[in-house]
Nanobody
Framework: QVQLVESGGDSVQAGGSLRLSCAAS????????MGWFRQAPGKEREGVAT???????SYADSVKGRFTISRDNAKNTLYLQMNSLKPEDTAMYYC?????????????????WGQGTQVTVSS
């Protein structure tokens, strides 16, 4: 059974940085595509960044140049380094895993989800 546990969310001021982590267990981590998503109150969940099993990445336009997704297959951990944070980045952030090849920012691509970690950015 796939288990994903996010951590690292916090309240920061605009311009600050945070690093989110997602600890994975219960499956062969390095065979899975992984993604970070976020959901603000009253809005749909949206893809932020994704990384495939070979380490290739894709980002939402809104975070390009500010966020970096990475994975440590030895530690079964996914990361999201977030720099130059803006108030509009405020949301619950989720990590997700997909057994499919490739990578995607589409919510429907992923079957396994964590419980989320809250990021709040104040102006």
């Amino acid at each position: 059974q796939v288990q994903l546990v996010e951590s690292g969310g916090d309240s920061v001021q605009a311009g600050g940085s945070l690093r989110l982590s997602c600890a994975a267990s219960g499956y062969t981590y390095n065979n899975y595509c992984m993604g970070w998503f976020r959901q603000a109150p009253g809005k749909e969940r949206e893809g932020v960044a994704t990384i495939d099993r070979d380490g290739y990445t894709s980002y939402a336009d809104s975070v390009k140049g500010r966020f970096t997704i990475s994975r440590d297959n030895a530690k079964n951990t996914l990361y999201l380094q977030m720099n130059s944070l803006k108030p509009e980045d405020t949301a619950m952030y989720y990590c997700a895993a997909s057994v499919r090849s490739g990578r995607s920012l589409w919510v429907g691509y992923y079957r396994s989800w964590g419980q989320g970690t809250q990021v709040t950015v104040s102006s």
